[in-house]
């Protein structure tokens, strides 16, 4: 049907714009200090803000998806991403690029609520290839978006990456306008606003403690004080979610066994994935001199490219293969393909070509795997649900990313040694880092094996003509 595949289109481009936003500053990251005039500890919030905003906004987006139209929440955050990429395209200092990017990542919401929006208006048998497509934007536009990147940077002012964006969000936006239907579920009740505070207050001390542990010192007060507080503040807060008529998140949807697992196993491909994003690249750019491949910046993207492209492909596959045999064994699959990069990669890291066959890999592995996640979340929880099961599914794969982000950034400087003034990691620092992506791996698979399979008897899909 041409209405179904233009909305299927106009979301996957939602998506890939939504996931470029986590590599658009990649190229210019080692310059922000040079660039805005302040101490590396201090640019490094252009990346925390983004990575904050995104794990914040996003299970609070899906909840207002379910409750005021999904459609609706998913122009706010376009809006959002196109202000924050005028505020950043604007400043000339460090403050103005931190809260663009801030506003940049709660657009990360866009992809669980475009799910959400497909399961309510495709028709079920479009509804698996349509969401394997949507997840794999996750990866694609990372991927894709990365050589975009450094090739403007390359040949034009920093700042210009900033008005692609917000170029970019403006002909999403439009495209949602006119093709996209407005929501028709929804769910009663008011927003929990003191639930949304809570939740924002716990995932922000927490993930301050993860990605800031590094430069903070893990056992410094500043870590601790974050990372319990904001474990402390999230127990509070669900003991109140538990209480209240109207929750934030339901979390006893969240505890069925099929919902808690999956969301479980996102934390394990989520930092599977960033693993490699965080080592692959560092190891090909590196010169020969200590171990690396001396490529540029864009020359590396190249490399990484092609994983995303296999998520793309591999997306058809994934849901034809979901409504066969149902969306865990695309989990089981992603995890395995997982294990096979990082064994791969542990075995040969002596090329570049053994690079790019464990990053080939490495995009199978989320291809099937950030297909099969959504497909079991919307397998298990009723159509009023979904846009704040996504969400919250979303934010398990941040807390992946994040950590891995934190955890491998850790080994790479730990395991170092001075060249010329710099610390260069080591040939083991890469071998643990892979390591830890295999260990990661292997925790989804036997995740992977535990989910029960069933499909949740008050499931229901409204379709358009």
């Known amino acids: 049907m041409p209405r179904q595949g233009a909305i299927v289109t106009v979301l996957a481009i939602a998506g890939l714009a939504s996931s470029f936003m986590f590599t658009l500053v990649v190229p210019i990251q080692s310059k922000l ?63 103005g690029v931190i809260v663009g990017r801030a506003l940049q990542g709660a657009v990360t919401g866009v992809v669980p609520l475009g799910i959400s929006i497909m399961r309510d208006v495709l028709h079920e048998n479009r509804v698996d290839a349509a969401i394997a497509l949507m997840s794999a934007t996750l990866g694609v536009g990372g991927a894709v978006g990365m050589p975009v990147s450094a090739l403007i940077t390359e040949t034009s002012d920093w700042h210009v990456l900033f008005w692609v964006s917000a170029g970019l969000g403006a002909i999403v936006l439009v495209l949602v306008v006119l093709v996209v239907p407005p929501s028709v579920l929804r769910t009663p009740g008011r927003f929990d606003l003191i639930g949304a505070i809570g939740l924002a207050v716990g995932l922000t001390g927490v993930l301050l403690a993860v990605s800031r542990g590094n430069t903070w010192g893990w056992t410094s007060a500043a870590t601790l004080a974050c990372g319990l507080g904001g474990i402390l503040v999230l127990m509070v807060w669900g003991r109140f979610e538990l209480r209240i008529a109207d929750p934030l998140l339901d979390l006893r949807v969240a505890a069925r066994p099929a919902v808690l697992l999956t969301n479980l196993a996102s934390v394990a491909i989520g930092f599977s994935l960033f693993a490699s994003n965080v080592s692959y690249p560092q190891m090909l750019e590196l010169p020969e001199t200590v171990g690396g491949f001396g490529l540029t910046l864009l020359q590396a993207s190249l490399i990484i490219m092609p994983a995303g492209l296999v998520m793309m492909i591999l997306s058809p596959f994934s849901g034809r293969l979901a409504r066969t045999v149902g969306p865990r064994l695309l989990l089981v699959l992603g995890s395995i393909a997982l294990i096979l990069a990082y064994g791969f990669s542990l075995l040969w890291a002596s090329e570049v070509w053994h690079l790019l066959v464990a990053n080939l890999l490495i995009g199978v592995g989320i291809g099937f795997g950030y297909a099969g996640m959504p497909m079991l979340i919307m397998r298990s929880v009723p159509p009023t649900e979904t846009g704040a099961s996504n969400g919250l599914n979303a934010l398990f794969r941040s807390l992946g990313t994040s950590t891995a982000a934190a955890l491998v950034g850790a080994v790479l400087a730990a395991l170092s040694i001075e060249r010329d003034g710099v610390a260069v990691p080591t040939p083991a620092a890469f071998q643990v880092s892979f390591a830890l992506g295999l260990g990661a791996a292997v925790i989804a698979l036997a995740v992977a094996l535990c989910i029960p399979q069933r499909r949740d008897p008050h499931e229901s899909r409204p379709s358009l003509p």
Do not use: H, Q
Request: glycine share 8%; no cysteine.
């Open 33 to 95: 200090p040079e660039l805005l005039d302040a101490s590396r500890e201090d640019t490094a919030w252009v990346v925390t803000a983004t990575l904050l905003a995104a794990a914040v906004f996003t299970p609070i987006a899906g909840r207002l998806g379910d409750m005021y139209g999904k459609r609706r929440i998913v122009l706010v955050l376009l809006g959002l991403l196109i202000a924050g990429s005028v505020v950043a395209a604007l400043s000339t200092d460090i403050v």
